[in-house]
């Protein structure tokens, strides 16, 4: 009995120390948890101009940018990392940095656009001046005035009717004002809610093919538009002839689709504003999410 009862307590004995070596095996492998090092820098986007609310993560700890693109990573311990960067629109990136616990080190980066950009809720107003926001830089994905010269497409009424609304090329002068980039557009592809046009992956009437300028577009603004009912809202596919030709976007065609939210009235302004949203490739694919 003695024995056996020795025997046991040997074996649980040996199965504690199996265990504990385990564990400070596994501890050194992984290596300190924490230390007192400090990543730190400035985020900017393609055109450097500080990036806000990006995403910056090394290993488990993630923060994002603020409106003037910095950021702060603590508590880290000495080893080499590599810092990813990510957003919306934008490609994730990485840069590979070393630190010795105790010290701070600065990380500055530079974010490039995706191959898909995607905007939502754009307003843009109806002209009466040329200082107003009736045009759009699809590329950068902004409004502009009427006399910017980087607009894309410019929101109109058909005639001062107040009735009919359409986008037409940036590049048409009206009043006269200064030639924008010219814009090609689809005939209407349909009426869909939002919620569909949200999961719209391809122009889909473009099926087994990429989009061709010289078979999809054609018409230098969109066709009209006015009071909606229900949720079914018009959509269009559009090419940024300009651009290409211009030789922006390393001389590669961009393609997107723009549906057309909502149409609204200000009475005490007596002003209409419209709200698009915006899927766009820069690699002249048939592929928008």
């Not at 590329?139 to 410019?154: A, C, L, M, S």
């Not at 093919?209 to 999809?216: A, C, F, G, K, V």
């Amino acid at each position: 009995m003695k024995k056996q009862l020795f025997s046991m307590m040997t074996m649980f004995i040996l199965m504690i120390s199996i265990v504990f070596i385990s564990s400070c095996d596994n501890e050194t492998t992984v290596g300190p948890q924490f230390g007192n090092s400090v990543i730190m820098g400035q985020v900017f986007d393609n055109n450097n101009a500080p990036l806000a609310y990006a995403n910056v993560r090394v290993g488990t700890k993630s923060t994002l940018t603020g409106l003037d693109g910095k950021y702060g990573l603590t508590g880290l311990p000495q080893g080499t990392f590599y810092v990813v960067f990510s957003k919306q629109n934008f490609k994730t990136d990485s840069l590979q940095t070393t630190v010795s616990g105790e010290d701070t080190v600065t990380a500055n980066f530079t974010m490039a656009l995706g191959e898909v950009i995607i905007i939502n809720g754009l307003v843009v107003q109806e002209e009466y001046f040329g200082t107003e926001l009736s045009g759009v830089n699809l590329y950068d994905g902004k409004p502009v005035t009427q006399n910017d010269t980087e607009r894309d497409i410019q929101f109109k009424d058909s005639n001062g009717t107040r009735y009919n609304f359409y986008f037409h090329s940036g590049h048409q002068t009206l009043n006269p004002v200064l030639a924008g980039y010219k814009t090609e557009f689809s005939e209407q592809l349909g009426n869909i809610t939002k919620e569909a046009f949200d999961t719209l992956s391809s122009r889909p009437d473009v099926v087994g093919r990429e989009i061709n300028p010289d078979w999809d577009f054609g018409f230098y603004q969109t066709e009209y538009f006015n009071a909606f009912a229900g949720t079914l809202r018009p959509y269009y596919s559009f090419y940024l002839k300009g651009r290409y030709e211009n030789n922006q976007n390393n001389g590669v065609r961009i393609y997107g689709l723009i549906f057309i939210n909502s149409l609204d009235y200000n009475s005490s302004t007596d002003r209409y504003s419209v709200t698009i949203d915006i899927k766009m490739n820069r690699s002249a694919k048939n592929k928008f999410n």
